[in-house]
């Protein structure tokens, strides 16, 4: 069974900061493609950010040079440093992993974290 534990999240200003965590298996951690994907109000899940192998982000054209994906080894946690918010980040977040690897395509995931709520005031 896959599991991935989101945490992070909650409510910050326009320009603020938050880092979002997803928890899983060191197996799925080491073997999986990672990504994060959102949702906000009214609209269709979208690519925010995914990892490759060799620790390289690739990014959404809307949060490129503001958000940052991370793997931490030791913890088996993926995270997202967000930076410079803005309120049309809010949305709820979620994290991806599938063994077939990472992509920034919705249907490549099979598994999915519980998604974590960003509300962005200005």
């Known amino acids: 069974q896959v599991q991935l534990v989101q945490s992070g999240g909650g409510t910050v200003q326009a320009g603020g900061s938050l880092r979002l965590s997803c928890a899983t298996s060191?197996?799925?951690?080491?073997?999986?493609?990672l990504a994060w994907f959102r949702q906000a109000p009214g609209k269709e899940r979208e690519f925010v950010a995914a990892?490759?192998?060799?620790?390289?982000?690739y990014y959404a054209a809307s949060v490129k040079g503001r958000f940052a994906i991370s793997r931490d080894v030791a913890n088996n946690t993926l995270y997202l440093q967000m930076n410079n918010l803005k309120p049309e980040d809010t949305a709820i977040y979620y994290c991806?992993?599938?063994?077939?690897?990472?992509?920034?395509?919705?249907?490549?995931?099979?598994?999915w974290g519980q998604g974590t709520e960003v509300t962005v005031s200005s």
């Open positions: 060191e197996r799925i951690f080491s073997s999986y493609g």
């Open positions: 990892i490759t192998w060799s620790n390289s982000g």
């Open positions: 991806a992993a599938d063994p077939g690897g990472s992509s920034r395509l919705e249907r490549t995931y099979q598994h």
